[in-house]
């Protein structure tokens, strides 16, 4: 359908394409959930004061349904079917959560259910890591239950991060730029027109997500945080397997920094949850006991915005892997990966002070 129309064409096709279907869709899924009562009413943890709808992934998972079956058509490769029976089960026990909740457990296994759909597809097996710490070769029996748990954990992470207006949707809008660019570089268009059509629901949804209007107002819920980590993961996944001599003759990045490159693109929902697991812990509290520890939950207490504590954190994001990018064309994966273990540190002892100072000022308060 597409074969000879140039590049840019497909981009504007897929990015409006997206756009518009997202954009049209949401206000009839907000008329549906404020007629059937379906709000979010907010709780203690909450850093809302009003009962909204959170069915934002509906339109995402209609939107990509609509506009992945065109990629379908000209890219018509193995793992389109897993990918859409993936997202498929996702969205059914992620929908159900949000309409009547779901235990942790059923949560956990219906990704595993998905996950495991991916690795059906040859064209996501992972048996080389390019040099990384000096690792090549590595067994699926070892990197297997590795992958599946960095999948796990980033789902979840972006899941996590959805808890102030407009942060999983500014973080989701860059980690899929970066990962366009470097698809684009890679000369992967199949995966490259995937990140255009997240772009353009993300930049759709954002109108709404930012609104000041309750009747225009809307959250993503778990349909739509885990939807975006689930696509996110699998375009990680992904770059794990494009083989080095592409990535030598396409880029100047050097091919063992590619896992730590990716989780610099991932770094506020990686480090938001590896944060707070390790507060918890630290505190003797249960890893999984709710709280208002997250970063951006300090952002908020001390007095930002929504939108303020949104672009921050997205602002960071861009800067750190701007940085990490750049380093890893220059420095081997020892070098680079302990520049990200010292980034991450800094960052860590700056949020451990924030919260130190919220909890005396709480204190005194009280």
């Known amino acids: 359908m597409f074969d000879n129309y140039p590049l840019i064409l497909k981009i504007i096709f897929f990015f409006t394409g997206s756009f518009f279907i997202t954009y049209l869709l949401i206000p009839k899924i907000i008329w549906v ?13 909450s850093s809302h004061q009003i009962i909204t709808p959170a069915f934002g992934g509906v339109a995402f998972f209609i939107s990509f349904i609509i506009m992945y079956s065109f990629l379908r058509n000209e890219y018509l490769i193995f793992s389109s079917n897993h990918l859409i029976a993936a997202i498929a089960v996702l969205f059914v026990a992620s929908l159900k959560d949000d309409l009547v909740s779901t235990t942790p457990r059923a949560k956990i296994a219906a990704q595993l259910i998905a996950i495991s759909f991916i690795f059906l597809s040859k064209e996501f097996i992972v048996s080389n890591l390019n040099g990384f710490l000096g690792i090549f070769y590595i067994s699926p029996w070892i990197i297997m239950p590795i992958l599946i748990i960095f999948m796990l954990g980033v789902i979840n992470a972006f899941n996590l991060i959805d808890g102030v207006d407009g942060l999983a949707t500014l973080i989701g809008i860059i980690i899929m730029i970066f990962f366009g660019f470097l ?58 397997t494009i083989n080095s ?24 929902p990686i480090f938001d949850t590896t944060r707070i697991i390790l507060f918890r812990y630290l505190s003797n509290k249960h890893i999984f006991q ?32 701007t940085l990490i990018y750049h380093v890893s064309t220059l420095l081997n994966s020892y070098w680079t990966l302990t520049i990200l273990v010292f980034i991450y540190f800094l960052i860590y002892c700056f949020f451990y002070f924030l919260n130190k100072k919220i909890q005396s000022k709480n204190k005194i308060i009280i």
Do not use: C, W
């Not at 959930?33 to 943890?45: I, T």
């Not at 001599?245 to 506020?268: D, G, M, R, W, Y």
């Open 290 to 321: 709710p709280d208002r520890n997250h970063i951006h939950h300090m952002l908020i207490d001390i007095g930002y915005s929504h939108i303020q504590t949104s672009v921050l954190l997205s602002i960071l994001s861009l800067v750190i892997t």
């Open 245 to 268: 001599a592409q990535f030598v003759n396409n880029t100047s990045i050097k091919t063992e920094n590619i896992p730590i490159l990716i989780v610099s693109i991932l770094f506020i």
């Open 183 to 240: 698809f684009y570089n890679l000369n992967e268009p199949l995966y490259f027109l995937i990140t255009i059509i997240m772009l353009g629901m993300l930049t759709a949804f954002l109108r709404f997500n930012l609104s000041t209007r309750l009747e225009r107002k809307l959250f993503m819920g778990d349909t739509g945080s885990l939807f975006i980590g689930f696509i996110i993961v699998v375009l990680s996944i992904k770059l794990f």
């Open 33 to 45: 959930a404020q007629q059937r009562r379906l709000l979010v009413k907010p709780n203690r943890r």
